[in-house]
């Protein structure tokens, strides 16, 4: 990934807010890695949002509920930055 489309990535990782906190993505861990298909015009985004899952049953559902929300902005986010590409969340996998 070239120096441009790696500030383009890093501006939408500061853009994007946890609606709860107000935080950045960015600050949060959440986004563990974005690779770069330019052959597939697909960006990937790997998200750990396992490991930000409290233990609690019904607080790990509204979790689910708000990190799904983070996903969707994360997705329209990177599709206005990055016109004409394919964007691709998907679970960083375990540690």
Known sequence: ???????????????????ESGLPV???????????????KTLYV????????PRCVTCAAIAQTVLAGIARD?????????????ITILPAGPK
């Open 74 to 86: 994360l997705q329209a986010a990177f599709g206005e930055a990055f016109p004409g590409m394919e």
């Open 26 to 40: 960015s600050d949060l861990g959440i986004v563990k890695r974005v690779r770069l298909s330019e052959q597939e």
């Open 46 to 53: 790997f998200l750990d949002t396992y490991g930000h899952l």
């Open 1 to 19: 990934m070239n120096a441009e489309w790696t500030k383009k990535v890093d501006a939408v990782l500061d853009r994007v807010r946890d609606p």
